[in-house]
């Protein structure tokens, strides 16, 4: 996926009009934050949240941070207790993430959270994603500039190294000047440090008022990925089936899947599938009613197809039930 033509993107009213133009239509600019470059697109747009993934050759479907103007913005998707509010207040615009509870009626992309029922929101400081924010007036999902498993990006030419050909704008805005990435807070009780980062746990705990539980380092969770509470359907389900069972709730892909309840790509389209991912597993988890089973066709593996074949993986491994 190397054959985009990439621009450069003056942060003047001509550029910022261009990237906006690109964000409406589904498109990927990677923009300047205070930490590092964000590789930005709708959070409302599935298709746009399937590019940045396959932008970045990620190979699991973590979830995004959401970028928004400002507190009043934010709390159009997410639900902000006194701890929230006392953060945001304090640290916003900054290099701090909250993650929250979603708000039901959020419109964001369901792959945005990875199916979860909680968002990561912030509000960046740096005046270019600022005025990008303001023009374009919506959501940015936005993670870090750079092929996956890469350093972040702190400057245009990071940028430039790791995506040109893969994205279709970069917009400049010199060096990032935290130059690491935002500290991440769970407000579950009680607040828990998800990742340090360009706020010190010392300056929130003073806030707060209180310490932050941490995630012990050698813990298996190492992504919310990973974490039980992770959208998987209450059904059971199956993988790589081509011929499901009586009454068996069977879920395509690609053109074979005649039959099929639901078909996460007719055309075959792994960006396609990975958009309707997360609609498909609820609508057959609806159509299965808690008792049918749910069976998917096989989903290649090469591409987002690792990213979809790990989430399916994870949604078909025996769960524990209390
Ligand atoms: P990045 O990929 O640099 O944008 O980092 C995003 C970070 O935010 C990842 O470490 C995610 O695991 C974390 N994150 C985003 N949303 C959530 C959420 N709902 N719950 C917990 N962690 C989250
Ligand atoms: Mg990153």
């Known amino acids: 996926m190397s054959n985009i033509d990439t621009q450069l993107l003056q942060p003047d009213a001509l550029g910022l009009d261009q990237a906006v133009q690109i964000l409406q239509a589904g498109g990927l600019v ?40 400002d507190l009043e913005q934010a709390q159009k998707y997410a639900h902000f207790d ?15 993430t909250l993650v929250l509870p979603l708000r039901l009626e959020s419109g964001l992309a369901p792959l945005v959270t990875a ?3 909680t968002v990561a929101l912030r509000v960046p400081s740096h005046q270019v994603a600022r005025d990008l924010l303001a023009h374009f007036d919506g ?16 400057r245009v030419q990071h940028v430039v190294q790791g995506l040109w050909g893969r994205i279709d704008a970069i917009l400049e ?10 500290t991440i807070i769970g407000l ?35 992504a919310p990925g990973q974490l039980a509470s992770h959208y998987a359907p209450n059904a059971a389900v199956r993988l790589g089936v081509m011929q499901p069972l009586v009454g068996e709730i069977w879920v ?4 074979d899947c005649g039959g099929a309840a639901l078909n996460l790509s007719p055309s075959a389209d792994l960006a396609e599938a990975a958009a309707n ?37 994870r949604s078909a491994a025996p769960r524990p039930r209390c």
């Open 30 to 69: 990677a923009m300047p934050t205070e930490t590092v470059y964000g590789l930005a697109g709708d959070a409302r747009n599935d298709h746009a949240v399937a590019r940045i993934f396959a932008a970045k050759g990620r190979p699991h479907f973590n979830p995004l941070i959401v970028h928004v103007q």
């Open 82 to 96: 006194t701890n929230a509010m006392a953060l945001a207040l304090a640290f916003w615009p900054g290099a701090l």
């Open 115 to 117: 199916g979860l029922d």
């Open 139 to 154: 959501p940015l999902a936005a993670p870090s500039a750079n092929p996956s498993g890469r350093i972040s990006p702190t």
């Open 173 to 182: 805005g010199g060096a990032a000047l935290v130059g690491v990435e935002s």
């Open 188 to 222: 579950s009780y009680p607040p828990l440090l998800l990742r340090p980062g360009g706020v010190s746990a010392a300056q929130i705990e003073h806030v707060l008022n209180a310490s932050l539980a941490t995630i012990h380092p050698q813990s298996a969770i190492v």
């Open 252 to 255: 395509g892909f690609g053109p």
């Open 277 to 313: 991912l997360f609609h498909l597993m609820r609508e057959a988890d609806l159509l299965a009613k808690g008792q049918a089973s749910i069976a998917f066709a096989p989903i290649p593996s090469h591409g987002l197809g690792a990213a979809i074949n790990d989430r399916l993986s």
